[in-house]
């Protein structure tokens, strides 16, 4: 990916991340973040089921989980994170109590809209969900 400003090392990357109050209450710990990819670790909590006998996580939770990681694997492509325009979910099982891995990468990197996608995996390694959106890009003027 040519124009790329070098990747942050992970622990300024999860204290990047951790500014947000949400992903805090996540618990989002970055286990690897480079140019090409980023995973992060989600610790679940009760609060996450949807209040079905399995306690399988809310569907919203793993959706901010997947837009997250595509977002911040953008950072760690380009340095920045950037709004999301559009963004696909889909679902594939339940995903059962115990911490998430999410999986981050950037599929274009480009000057007004990139691409990413990520998906969750369940402590067993099972893909739960996966997602794919577009951010707008905004490159720095020269100067």
Request: charged share 20%.
């Amino acid at each position: 990916m040519g124009g790329l400003v070098n990747a942050a090392p992970a622990g300024t990357i999860e204290d990047r991340i951790r500014l947000s109050p949400f992903h805090t209450w996540l618990d989002l710990r970055v286990l690897e973040a480079d140019a090409s990819q980023l995973r992060l670790r989600a610790t679940w909590r009760e609060e996450w089921s949807n209040g079905d006998s399995r306690h399988s996580t809310h569907g919203g939770i793993v959706a901010a989980l997947l837009d997250l990681a595509a977002d911040w694997a953008i950072a760690c492509a380009g340095g920045q994170t950037a709004p999301t325009l559009d963004f696909a979910v889909q679902y594939l099982r339940a995903a059962k109590p115990g911490d998430l891995v999410v999986v981050g990468r950037v599929l274009k990197l480009g000057r007004s809209v990139t691409f990413a996608e990520a998906e969750v995996l369940d402590s067993d390694g099972e893909t739960v969900a996966v997602g794919r959106g577009t951010y707008a890009s905004f490159t720095k003027a020269a100067g």
